[in-house]
């Protein structure tokens, strides 16, 4: 089984130079230690120093050289949308409130895993929720590694 010991976000590394890919979902793409498989099939063990948000375009590299590409994996989720900016900041405050990991898009939505409650409450404050199947990339939120505020960082 061929080792992933380090990341790259996108941009950092030589896309060109990747010798396999492996799709993954939002959850497999935030850890530290995982037996996955690439889009080829081969068996890789991702062995990170610490557990990291990997996104879409991602590189990780493999402990004898060379690069495995990440792809997003589509899944499903709940897209909101508002009447207007400020109707949209209510809707994100309440999601953000609720402690629910959200996307924020640029077309002026928000994309959520699916949670009926979250959906009726959304709905009942005048959002419009639809469902649909797509990568999904939530914001990592202000204690992300390498957010620092007040003097202080959390790292």
Known sequence: MQRLISHHPAGSWPRAEARDHATLDYDHRHRRRLRIRSDSGA?????LP?????????GLRLEEGGWVGVI???????????DDPL??????WHVGNRHVAAEVRPAGALRI???????????GLGGRVSQLVAPFQPESGAYAP????SGHSHD
């Open 113 to 123: 895993r699916p949670d009926h409650v979250i959906a009726e409450m959304l709905a």
């Open 146 to 149: 390498g957010h620092s505020h």
């Open 50 to 58: 610490k557990a990291v948000a990997i996104a879409e375009g991602d």
């Open 72 to 82: 997003a994996a589509p899944e499903p989720l709940l897209e909101i949308r508002a």
């Open 87 to 92: 109707h949209l900041v209510r809707l994100a």
């Open 43 to 47: 068996a890789l063990l991702l062995d």
